[in-house]
């Protein structure tokens, strides 16, 4: 079983960034594939980026550019580093895991990911 925990939200303006953190933990967690999600309100969870194990990383082609996944494996916590955000960034934002590895077809599936944190919400206005 593996544990995530996200922090880092808040509230930002227009053109600002923040770092979204995750720690994580559980019996073979840096195995996993790690990826980050967001879910506006009334909208489906989408996949941001994801990154393997080996430092392998993808992004959804609606957020290359502005978004980063970096992970610290001394520190056991993955990073979501956002720039030039935009009110349509504005969502709750959620770390998972996966043992699907980021070249898979299926890894920005919702369903694709076991373990999922709680989630820490981000406000562009």
């Known amino acids: 079983h593996v544990q995530l925990v996200e922090s880092g939200g808040g509230s930002v303006q227009a053109g600002g960034s923040l770092r979204l953190s995750c720690t994580v933990s559980?019996?073979?967690?840096?195995?996993?594939?790690k990826g980050w999600f967001r879910q506006a309100p009334g909208k489906e969870r989408e996949a941001v980026a994801a990154?393997?194990?080996?430092?392998?990383?993808v992004y959804a082609d609606s957020m290359k550019g502005r978004f980063t996944i970096s992970k610290d494996n001394a520190k056991n916590t993955l990073y979501l580093q956002m720039n030039n955000l935009e009110p349509d960034d504005t969502a709750m934002y959620y770390c998972?895991?996966?043992?699907?590895?980021?070249?898979?077809?299926?890894?920005?599936?919702?369903?694709?990911?076991?373990?999922w944190g709680q989630g820490t919400q981000v406000t562009v206005s």
């Open positions: 998972a895991a996966s043992n699907l590895v980021v070249q898979s077809p299926n890894v920005f599936r919702v369903p694709s990911f076991r373990f």
């Open positions: 559980g019996y073979a967690s840096s195995r996993y594939c």
């Open positions: 990154i393997d194990s080996d430092g392998s990383t």
